[in-house]
């Protein structure tokens, strides 16, 4: 529990430290550092690590993808899609009979959806640059994944009586669920009045949505929770424990940031069509 | 043979008739209606069919996706790509220890690209609207995969020396694949001229470069082997000897459009960026 502490505090300094080039490509490399180190605890969950060509396309395709919008690759998008996308049917003729279909699928699954998701951080910090919004739902992202998972944790050890799917994770309860999404509404409106507040305090004219906040964000919770279910389904089909021990504590990757994953489509999808924090210029 | 050529011949006619709606909505139909069969003959070839959750899930994405880019679904595309993925690891979990994630991923991977391949035909349609290049990148997608098979088939027969990848395709000869690629550039090389001509005596100002048409179609032949080599490993995989009798000689719609699935995407891709065919306004 000590050594899960100090690497949590170690995370956030590392959290604070990233937000600080929010702006910079540098943002766009540790996303893109993120996503390789997630398709890479993937394919060794997966027992693929062997089959070089296939590390080498869906490391590539993890590396790429949260520079997609970035200069010179935006422009060539759709050819460098369809490219890598046609190098997974070359390997699955080429390794037909050796590779299954599926597993090679599931890499075209991962190694697509884990950097997509991972870059709507990316995403959200380019359609809102340069304001208090992006910061702000970069913050509901992770509090979505991070609240839920505590507050779950803590309703459930107390409380908890009705076990939820017992097979992929026999320690989920329906009242941590519950408690989870709870205290996560609970806690995100908390952020979203302290966040409004401290605008007005540095002169920003800021406004949050509550009603907004208040329907969306259980949504969020629920979205953070199948990306931790999702994670367990694959842990427990793979017989791994932990995707990694890259966070003493709190294991790899996608480990961390099961929910996360889930959490970032979630707010970018909605964001783009909702406005929950809305900024009047002066 | 016979009913080959006969099933052929009502093929073509249809072609036709469809080429009469391309600019309606009835040409989204069409291509939801084939995207819909082959991802049907896909999930009956994985012996899914049992699984009524999986086959409504990318059946309704079948049907979605071809309509992606008109009126109310184009809006709400974002939301809706996002919560058809979201489905998809709901039934991970949900269907964990009964089908294993890789099904799964190949069921979402194909239920993906078989639409969104079959799409590049609406694509084409929708960016070149209105002008006869919609038309004539239409047809140098299906030119590019019937003329390379046939190609290919005819070369292979009399001249087929050397095994390409006996495993997959046991009768796929080296000479054959150049005599497909040869074969294709050559009458699209020779439709491209006679195209340019027509719409000249149409009284429209159109010039086809021909140095594009030389070195891109090779690569669109290759594109569409490479859909029929993965055709059949996917059959070879699950032991099936077609996808289906749909088109009774020809099989199924994966039988016989397994080449154009993968030339469409090429096709559009490289007229995004290349103007094979201009057309000038008088």
Redesign the interface.
């Known amino acids: 529990m000590r050594v899960r502490i100090l690497t949590g505090i170690v995370l956030v300094l590392v959290l604070v430290a990233v937000c600080l080039f929010l702006d910079t490509l540098l943002f766009n490399a540790v996303i893109c550092a993120v996503s390789g180190l997630g398709v890479f605890e993937l394919l060794r969950a997966m027992k693929l690590l062997e089959f070089k060509d296939l590390v080498v396309l869906s490391m590539s395709q993890a590396l790429i993808i949260p520079f997609m919008r970035a200069g010179y690759v935006e422009r060539l998008g759709?050819?460098i899609v369809?490219a890598v996308?046609?190098c997974?049917?070359?390997l699955?003729?080429k390794n037909?009979?050796r590779v299954?279909?599926?597993?090679i699928?599931?890499v075209?699954?991962?190694s697509t959806?884990i950097p997509l998701f991972f870059s709507c951080a990316v995403y959200i910090r380019d359609d809102f640059s340069g304001d208090a919004r992006s910061g702000f739902y970069l913050f509901l992202a992770l509090g979505a994944g991070w609240l839920s998972d505590t507050g779950a944790y803590f309703v459930g050890t107390f409380f908890g009586r009705h076990k939820m799917?017992p097979?992929?994770s026999p320690k989920k309860t329906w009242e941590g669920t519950a408690g989870g999404i709870i205290f996560c509404t609970a806690v995100t409106l908390l952020i979203g009045m302290g966040t409004e507040r401290w605008l007005w305090g540095a002169g920003i004219s800021a406004r949050v949505d509550y009603r907004l906040l208040f329907f969306l964000t259980p949504l969020f919770s629920v979205?953070g929770m199948?990306?931790d279910?999702?994670a367990s389904?694959?842990k427990?089909?793979f017989g791994i424990k932990d995707y990694g021990n890259l966070m003493p504590g709190h294991g790899g990757v996608l480990d961390r940031f099961d929910s996360v994953l889930?959490t970032l489509?979630?707010v970018y999808?909605a964001v783009?069509?909702l406005e929950i924090l809305s900024v009047m210029a002066d």
Not at 100 to 103: C, F, L
């Open positions: 759709a050819p369809l996308t046609l997974y049917f070359v699955m003729v037909s009979g299954e279909i599926g597993r699928s599931s075209f699954m991962f959806l799917i097979s992929i979205a199948l990306g279910l999702t389904a694959i427990r089909e889930f489509p979630a999808t783009r069509y």
